[in-house]
């Protein structure tokens, strides 16, 4: 594996990755990720791949090692390259911000492992948006904001799972004009679904004012994500009592549901702050 590279090489690398011919996933259908990601694994059995996520290039994919990724072309598997995406328009690096996300989420995973854990279900459900695929027998807690980018990133993500039912908590912690417009609205449920898959066309924080009639638990879910030591969002809660902060593939989703069994319990010590 390389640990250092020179800029040219690295650029013909890259190159080299996308352009490749021989092509081991000739065709991907949705969902793509999954594909690759099953493919990944056959082709290189002796690296334990997490997740797959599209990069701005057109058929290079991040592969996602744990806290460690790796770029690869759809069409060739045989090389990995480790080094950043820049996109020289903007003058970001578009990889930097990931890896530290993911190292984050590593960090927390082996904290949050030997923590004690009590029922899932003694969490305020009635103050979370719920949302039940397939028979709903796995169950996923999650702290959105709508004004959070990779919140609408992760709802893509979390279409693509089944079985499962998922509690979104709405927290402001960009402002509370548009989560308290889509609790406050008729059909809560199209309400978020609409917000985060097209923004918000309607104008429906303009629209929509809550009212004495429509007590909303904003208030309530913001002082409950602070107890539970939430900073940001997305974060997710698993049945086992494990958490993750920030976006995760729907391949790393499903391995932690999986891990996660029917066991339906969240951190002892943070959900006994979180009722005081």
Excluded at 201 to 219: K, R, S, V
Aim: proline fraction near 7%; hydrophobic fraction near 45%; glycine fraction near 6%.
């Amino acid at each position: 594996m390389m640990t250092t590279t020179k800029p040219m090489l690295l650029a013909a690398a890259l190159v080299l990755a996308v352009a490749a011919t021989d092509t081991v996933l000739a065709a991907t259908p949705a969902p793509a990720e999954a594909r690759l990601l099953a493919a990944l694994k056959k082709a290189h059995p002796g690296t334990r791949f997490t997740g797959v996520a599209p990069t701005p290039v057109p058929g290079l994919y991040e592969a996602w090692m744990g806290p460690n990724m790796a770029l690869v072309s759809r069409h060739n598997l045989r090389y990995l390259v480790f080094g950043h995406v820049f996109d020289t328009q903007t003058m970001t690096d578009l990889t930097a911000p990931k890896l530290a996300q993911a190292q984050r989420l590593d960090t927390a995973t082996d904290q949050q492992e030997s923590a004690p854990t009590i029922a899932i279900g003694q969490l305020p459900l009635a103050d979370a948006i719920t949302t039940v695929r397939g028979d709903g027998s796995r169950m996923l807690v999650v702290f959105s904001d709508p004004a959070c980018s990779y919140c609408k990133r992760l709802e893509g993500e979390l279409d693509r799972l089944d079985n499962v039912t998922v509690h979104t908590f709405l927290v402001p912690f960009q402002g509370v004009a548009l989560p308290a417009a889509i609790w406050c609205a008729a059909e809560r449920q199209d309400a978020w679904r609409r917000v985060m898959r097209q923004g918000d066309p309607g104008g429906l924080a303009t629209t929509t004012q809550p009212t004495d009639a429509c007590p909303h638990p904003l208030d309530r879910n913001l002082a409950l994500a602070r107890r539970l030591t939430v900073r940001g969002t997305p974060t997710m809660f698993y049945a086992n009592g494990q958490r993750s902060d920030g976006y995760a593939s729907a391949a790393d989703i499903e391995a932690r549901l999986a891990a996660a069994a029917t066991r339906t319990q969240v951190p002892a010590t943070q959900l006994q702050e979180a009722r005081q």
